[in-house]
């Protein structure tokens, strides 16, 4: 890969990463710091990773930091849910904050895989490839992600109406 | 496909992923608009398609940015144990060979102390600047048949002893001074050299007496009527240069002129005999006498020391008696 082709990466994916990140973690200062782990590591390893590829590898980079902050905060994002749960309901007006907030409470590898579905269209091979799980695991995890999602949403609409 | 109560969810799951034919496709999205229970599930499962917000941006994307005529640094496995070989071989070549201490003991480089190295007088100029006092005994009285021209010669012949002063001038600097300038490390290694000249010389004597024994055994086998009586010539198997005629003419009038200055000191005519004589004019002086001696030693010592200027010593021993001469070709 070609120092051209690096910052062609660094414009096309780096927002996605991002993103990935934001909706996984709920962290924006832990995500801006993965995201430059992330391109670091693909700046070392530039001979060594192709432009086909490196939408993946960048993915699967900062998925994997992503794991490293998520374990490292484990203790504290669960207190952090508990506190929030008896209120959700009544916080949300609109559905995809609704959504959101369901999905900030998948299972890890549910919400990476539809993340990573949903927001960048990775299929389930390259999903596997990023997640490390093999392509049925990753079509398991987004439907029971999705199952999940419409029961949350469900709720919701037995509040309202 | 047909949609139930028990695989409604699945079917609708493959059809928002788009895993079913578009034949399938349209057969299950006819039988949801078709039942309102279906519909409702439908609805719910639309609304589980997360929608990418764009107001989340990575604001630092220049920061990661990189020009695109920079260097790529390449990280291997085998540079970190080049570069630690080599800074392990730097430290060995450049770590300092004295201790601190010994390093503290040494002089600094003031202007008014000289370094010792520098200031440290050779041992052949601390030998060349000693009054060398040489004895030549001469008891032959032959010298005149041999070589009827040379003066010099004949007033060797007429005195029994003659005393030479060899004093070299153009020295540095005298070795009292050199000796007060120099700190005490400068006297041991002074020492140290002198010991290493005199086993030197200890070792050129051993060879020396050993090849006069080789000779005198073989003078002793010889029968008695080719034996040297006393008072006969002696041929000495040195080998030489002949001197050109006109250069004897030359060097004995040269002597002539010496002996005449009566009113000069021994000391200024050695002086002026020996730094201005030419390397033949020693040899054949010194082989001149050396035939007349008995039992003659001879030895050549050149010295090429890198403190001092080259020079070449000539030693002459007989029965006792010692004559030095010493020869530096490139002064002036």
């Known amino acids: ?161 | 496909m047909k949609l139930n109560k028990h695989n409604y969810e699945l079917v609708m799951f493959d059809l928002l992923e788009g895993n079913l034919s578009q034949s399938d496709e349209l057969r299950v999205m006819k039988q949801i608009e078709e039942d309102e229970f279906f519909f409702k599930e439908w609805k719910l499962f639309k609304s589980t398609i997360l929608v990418a917000d764009s107001d989340i941006v990575y604001s630092n994307k220049s920061a990661l940015l990189k020009k695109e005529n920079a260097i790529v640094l390449i990280y291997k496995p085998w540079m970190a144990v080049a570069a630690g070989v080599t800074l392990l071989a730097m430290v060995f070549v450049l770590w300092p060979s004295a201790a601190p201490s010994e390093l503290a003991d040494m002089p600094t480089n003031k202007p008014e102390e000289a370094t010792p190295l520098v200031s440290l007088p050779a041992i052949d100029d601390l030998t060349q600047n000693e009054e060398v006092t040489t004895l030549l005994t001469d008891n032959t009285p032959n010298m005149k048949e041999q070589e009827p021209n040379n003066v010099g010669a004949k007033s060797s012949d007429e005195s029994s002893k003659i005393r030479l002063e060899q004093v070299v001038h153009d020295a540095p600097a005298s070795a009292e001074q050199e000796a007060i300038i120099t700190p005490e490390s400068s006297k041991t290694l002074i020492a140290g050299r002198q010991e290493i000249d005199n086993a030197r010389k200890a070792v050129d004597e051993r060879q020396l007496d050993k090849h006069y024994n080789d000779e005198h055994k073989k003078e002793e086998e010889t029968p008695a009527s080719q034996q040297i009586a006393k008072g006969d010539d002696v041929k000495l198997n040195i080998e030489m240069t002949p001197i050109p005629e006109a250069k004897l003419l030359e060097e004995n009038s040269r002597n002539e002129a010496i002996a005449s200055t009566e009113n000069q000191t021994s000391k200024e005519k050695i002086s002026a005999f020996v730094t201005n004589s030419p390397l033949e004019r020693i040899t054949s002086i010194t082989l001149a006498v050396a035939a007349k001696a008995r039992h003659p030693k001879v030895r050549l010592k050149p010295n090429f020391k890198r403190d001092s200027r080259p020079s070449l010593d000539i030693e002459f021993e007989s029965d006792g008696y010692q004559a030095i001469a010493s020869l530096q070709p490139f002064k002036k």
């Open chain 1, 1 to 161: 890969m070609t120092t051209a082709e690096y910052n062609e990466c660094v414009k096309n994916y780096s927002d996605g990463i991002f993103r990935f990140i934001v909706k996984n973690i709920r962290d924006e200062f832990e995500a801006e710091n993965i995201v430059q782990n992330t391109f670091e590591k693909l700046w070392i390893r530039l001979d060594k990773v192709e432009m086909k590829t490196a939408k993946s590898y960048l993915f699967k980079i900062a998925y994997n930091n992503m794991i490293d902050v998520i374990r490292k905060n484990k203790k504290h994002t669960d207190i952090e849910n508990a506190r929030h749960v008896a209120s959700e309901l009544y916080e949300y007006d609109n559905l995809m904050e609704y959504v959101n907030k369901a999905v900030s409470q998948l299972p890890e590898k549910q919400r990476s895989a539809i993340t990573l579905r949903d927001f960048e269209g990775h299929d389930y091979r390259s999903i596997g490839e990023i997640t490390g799980m093999s392509e049925s695991q990753v079509k398991v995890n987004i439907f029971r992600a999705r199952k999940f999602i419409k029961e949350y949403v469900r709720k919701l609409e037995i509040m309202l109406f």
